[in-house]
């Protein structure tokens, strides 16, 4: 059982992994978050992938800065913030249902009292 839960955790963190790096080029995708997730999937899984992620010149430095401080920086919170507005204001304009808007209005409120108890760093 233990194997299957570390095999688990490796595939998701992963998943995790490639989304965090297409998030890193790809503009109002977050990847930070995503990479946080694989750093945490992979320190109970695969301590080589951990310090691999960690080390790695492009994907590591705004993860250890999480692990270290917590920290989100100001530009950081209001980028995301305006995205979290432009996304619910874009699926509203485009006609979601109202109970995808419901949830997204949810998880964004949820997402943004989060962001704004962070120490800007």
């Keep these: 059982m ?11 963190g992963v998943l995790f992994l490639i989304i965090g790096a ?6 109002m995708l977050p990847g930070t978050v995503f990479l946080i997730l694989a750093a945490w999937c992979f ?3 695969s301590p080589r992938f951990e310090a691999w992620l960690l080390n790695h010149r492009y994907l590591g430095p705004s993860v250890r800065r999480w692990q270290e401080t917590g920290a ?13 507005v432009g996304t619910w204001t874009g ?31």
């Design 22 to 27: 297409i998030g890193m080029v790809v503009p």
């Design 72 to 84: 989100i920086p100001l530009p950081v919170k209001l980028l995301a913030l305006t995205s979290f």
């Design 2 to 12: 233990q194997v299957l839960w570390q095999r688990t955790l490796f595939g998701v």
């Design 43 to 45: 320190a109970r899984s």
């Design 91 to 121: 699926s509203w304009y485009f006609g979601a249902p109202e109970a995808v808007l419901i949830g997204l209005g949810l998880l964004f409120a949820a997402l943004a009292v989060f962001m704004i108890t962070r120490p800007n760093e």
